[in-house]
């Protein structure tokens, strides 16, 4: 699904911000990214959905060469993904069930099947009964739940969180991680940035670790080398 | 369709005091625009009454016949330039003499002998009437046998000339002027717009919409603002119309309006006006993030 081959990405002061990098994420996985902040979790994320191209080596995502898109290429892949952000980024004048058809509308779906399929993702994240708030009238947990709702609405192949938990709370980080957990089990990819380490812990997910933008451990590799030793 | 009206309009909703601004930015510099189309329309409409008037006088030698003058005229009358001619007797000049020139009646009616001269009156065609094609037809004048001289004002004619060129120019440079700085703000405001909407646009193209997709809205507002300013400034321009008009103790009052073509003209111009500003806007957002 996801396939990072010797990638390389330089800031525009030369800098870099990736330096080769490589993994691979298979059907069905759930992969924690963790590093300290700069350490190029987020630039991994921007990569994967094609908010920024490669400097070089090659970002294969869904089937689509992220290092060759075509401009109009960009939202065809964006609608197989789901991504979600420590800040929500919902829209203060819509209610949640308008957050999440925003999604819909707008890349074109028809509007018999809007509401319906708003309802079953908001179900999903256990805010149904909280369609008609306001972002401003939700905790940070449930907005996060909507934001959630608004990715899954396109029944994405790949989910992207960048750092989901970053805002919250441990009982609303919890609920959120859970969540994530069930979509996972539904056999969507779940890639998650994240410096929460305890999370990191609690679970036997993959995990990889980045330092100044290099790759320093990556559990499915070092342990299958552990394994052959 | 129905989410692209209802995104457009939801903007004025959000944010009216900046749609306002929008909307009476492109009304004024339109204002400007159409009141400077006002006086330059009303100019011309004078200019047209004076050109009118532009004529050639040909004094006629004293015992030309008859017949070599009506020949003459009736050849004069089909030169493509020459709109008619009239022929004026001796005795129609010395009666004309008498009644306009009021001083001199009393020696005129003391003649023994009628000292005017015939005269045959050119008047020129619409589009004829600069001075070089004045020049031309008094030329050709001159080399009929039996004129004695041309009179045709030769200044007044070249002055005319240089008012109509001067008043076309100005016209066409503060006309475009005024445009320029129309588009420039225009642009502006949207761009205001757009920035006050840009956590919209980053989530539209976060869940993949296509960038027309996000143009449409932007595009729709900017035609409709441009639409209104355009009417408003149609209602500004009646009102500066009718001020000018009513309060001129008659001087002006055959002043006119717009023709219905010149309103639509203006209208269209502030749709492309609006439609411009925010396809730039748009389009530079877009590239940038």
Redesign the interface.
Same mark, same amino acid.
């Given at each position: 699904m996801i396939r990072f081959t010797n990638v390389y990405k330089a800031y525009p002061n030369g800098a870099l911000a990736l330096k080769d990098v490589t993994f691979h994420v298979a059907k069905g996985e759930f992969v924690f990214l963790t590093g300290h902040s700069g350490a190029g979790k987020s630039t991994i994320m921007k990569l994967l959905?094609a908010e920024q191209s490669p400097s070089g080596g090659e970002v294969r995502v869904s089937g689509y060469n992220v290092s060759a898109l075509k401009?109009?290429e960009?939202?065809?892949?964006?609608?197989r993904?789901g991504?979600v952000f420590q800040d929500f980024?919902l829209?203060e004048?819509r209610t949640a069930e308008e957050n999440v058809a925003?999604?819909l509308?707008?890349?074109?779906a028809r509007?018999d099947t809007i509401a319906a399929r708003v309802m079953r993702v908001l179900t999903q994240v256990g805010l149904s009964a909280r369609s008609r708030a306001y972002p401003r009238e939700l905790s940070g947990g449930e907005q996060q739940r909507v934001a959630i709702a608004?990715a899954l609405v396109?029944d994405p192949a790949i989910l992207l969180a960048d750092e989901p938990t970053g805002n919250l709370d441990e009982r609303a980080t919890r609920g959120v991680f859970q969540l994530l957990r069930d979509i996972n089990n539904g056999g969507t990819v779940v890639v998650m940035a994240t410096h929460d380490l305890d999370l990191v812990r609690q679970t036997v997910y993959r995990t990889i670790e980045l330092r100044d933008g290099t790759v320093v451990y990556d559990s499915d590799v070092d342990e299958a080398a552990a394994g052959a030793r | 369709m129905?989410?692209l009206t209802r995104e457009a309009l939801l903007s004025f909703r &959000?944010a009216p005091l900046l749609s306002v601004l929008s909307v009476t930015t492109i009304a004024f510099s339109l204002f400007t625009v159409g009141l400077f189309g006002l006086v330059a329309i009303n100019l011309r409409e004078a200019l047209r009454g004076l050109e009118e008037r532009v004529e050639i006088v040909a004094y006629i030698f004293r015992g030309t016949a008859s017949e070599t003058i009506a020949m003459a005229t009736q050849d004069i009358a089909a030169f493509p330039e020459v709109r008619d001619v009239s022929y004026i007797s001796e005795e129609e000049a010395l009666r004309r003499a008498r009644a306009e020139l009021v001083e001199f009646r009393d020696a005129y009616r003391d003649l023994q002998v009628n000292p005017l001269p015939a005269s045959i009156e050119v008047r020129m065609n619409d589009g004829y009437r600069d001075a070089g094609t004045v020049g031309r037809v008094a030329e050709r004048l001159r080399g009929f046998g039996f004129i004695d001289d041309v009179r045709f004002g030769r200044e007044w004619v070249q002055k005319l000339d240089h008012l109509r060129n001067l008043t076309g120019l100005v016209g066409i440079v503060i006309g475009l002027a005024f445009a320029a700085v129309a588009v420039v703000i225009i642009g502006v405001t949207i761009r205001l717009t757009i920035l006050q909407r840009a &956590?919209?646009i980053? #989530?539209? &193209?976060?869940?993949?919409?296509?960038?027309w997709? #996000?143009r449409g809205p932007f595009l729709l507002e900017g035609a409709l603002k441009g639409l209104l300013g355009g009417l408003l400034s149609l209602v500004l321009c009646y009102a500066g119309y009718l001020l000018f008009r009513d309060n001129s103790g008659g001087t002006l009052s055959g002043l006119i309006f717009f023709a219905p073509e010149h309103m639509i003209l203006i209208i269209v111009f502030g749709v492309l006006l609006g439609l411009g500003g925010s396809m730039v806007s748009v389009g530079r957002h877009l590239q940038h993030v």
């Open positions: 959905f401009r109009d960009v939202p065809r892949l964006r609608r993904l991504v980024r829209l004048d925003f999604a509308e707008v890349t074109g509007s608004r396109n | 129905k989410l &959000r &956590r919209e980053s #989530i539209m &193209r976060l869940v993949g919409a296509t960038n997709f #996000i």
